[in-house]
């Protein structure tokens, strides 16, 4: 048997078993973007690094208020989570030109959220064959650039 090791998940797998706080207000209570990788912050909702990218640039457009449903959000804070998402879709295509973009929202545990009390939205740029025999086989992502690295070329093209 062959055995991949991937000591940096062991981070996520202990802290979605902790019954702790919101991750996405503890980011924002911190005032340390760099830290938190806080790429943008808006008036009603920020744009912040996927600490667990599925591919380099998956970022997430996250609501101040702390509300799980879609109904729960006010308007603004809705329409502006969607101006953010366009705005970093843009930077994210001038950084890294993918062939293609995911956005999505997974509401509640059933439906694969990993932070279910906190609404927010995925970006991810995608590339063909990006879901390699690693993902899909090894059950294993592989990223070719470190998240600071990412950072920083965001927040350069968000400027």
């Known amino acids: 048997m062959d055995y991949l090791w991937t000591p940096w998940r062991y981070r996520y797998i ?4 902790k019954d702790a706080g919101c991750i996405f207000c503890e980011a924002t209570a911190a005032n340390d973007d760099a830290k938190t990788l806080i790429v943008l912050r808006g008036q009603k909702n920020y744009i912040i690094l996927n600490r667990f990218p599925y591919t380099t640039g998956h970022v997430m457009v996250v609501p101040y208020a ?5 109904p729960a959000a ?5 329409a502006e989570m969607m101006r953010l998402a366009q705005r970093i879709q843009a930077a994210i295509e001038k950084t890294y030109h993918p062939q293609g973009y995911n956005l999505g929202m997974n509401l509640g545990r059933a439906a694969g959220a990993g932070v279910t009390g906190h609404l927010h939205l995925h970006v991810l740029p995608r590339w063909a064959g990006d879901a390699n025999f690693m ?3 090894g059950e294993t992502r592989l990223e070719p650039e470190e998240l600071s690295t990412t950072y920083e070329k965001l927040r350069k093209a968000l400027a």
């Open 14 to 17: 202990v802290d979605a078993s």
């Open 66 to 70: 702390h509300v799980a449903e879609l």
């Open 74 to 78: 006010e308007p603004d804070t809705l």
């Open 135 to 137: 993902t899909v086989v």
